[in-house]
T-cell receptor, first 111, second 111 residues
């Protein structure tokens, strides 16, 4: 089946690291994605990881993939107020050109 | 230069009306999509077109009819609008199986 789960809320202090977790069900997913949605805006592709990788780093963002447990995480180092947004995890089930999204994690950054 | 654009940004209409939302991408991609985001921020794919051919048609009422006049455009026509159609509709595009780029969304409100 196709299902992606995320915790709904995360609150962190400015300057701390944020870790957003996601679990997915379809082991055939070739890519796994993280999208960011700011209030009233569209979705911005933040980063993605190929399924045969276990880690990808891109500036302040680190993606970890545990394929055995079907667990994906996004770590944001030195979290800033501008990082406040909803973060969506998504899988792309093999053979289908579509994204299955999680419910989104609302990240709140406070001083 | 806007990569994926949608018109209109906001659409308020009454139940029973017929309306269209337009999407255009200037990225040269060959695949385009429509997603629906409900009031709880759940995002779900509706349709996908590849080279003007319908590839994905999720369980969407047949009141929704996508039309792709060319590779750069994918429009969504909705007949007999219902209250439950109120949502934000996102268009996206990709090149084959690569990452998807989203438009800014069209907020549809049915009264």
């Amino acid at each position: 089946g196709e299902d992606v789960e995320q915790s709904l809320f995360l609150s962190v202090r400015e300057g701390d690291s944020s870790v957003i977790n996601c679990t997915y069900t379809d082991s055939s997913s070739t890519y796994l994605y993280w999208y960011k949605q700011e209030p009233g805006a569209g979705l911005q592709l933040l980063t993605y990881i190929f399924s045969n990788m276990d880690m990808k780093q891109d500036q302040r963002l680190t993606v970890l993939l545990n394929k055995k447990d079907k667990h994906l995480s996004l770590r944001i180092a030195d979290t800033q107020t501008g990082d406040s947004a909803i973060y969506f995890c998504a899988e792309s089930p093999g053979g289908y050109n579509k994204l299955i999204f999680g419910a989104g994690t609302r990240l709140a950054v406070h001083p | 230069d806007t990569a994926v654009s949608q018109t209109p940004k906001y659409l308020v209409t009454q139940m029973g009306n017929d309306k269209s939302i337009k999407c255009e991408q200037n990225l040269g991609h060959d695949t385009m999509y429509w997603y629906k985001q409900d009031s709880k921020k759940f995002l779900k794919i509706m349709f996908s077109y590849n080279n003007k051919e319908l590839i994905i048609n999720e369980t969407v009422p047949n009141r929704f009819s996508p039309k792709s006049p060319d590779k750069a455009h994918l429009n969504l026509h909705i007949n007999s609008l219902e209250l439950g159609d109120s949502a934000v509709y996102f268009c996206a595009s990709s090149q084959n199986w690569d990452e998807q780029y989203f438009g800014p969304g069209t907020r549809l409100t049915v009264t």
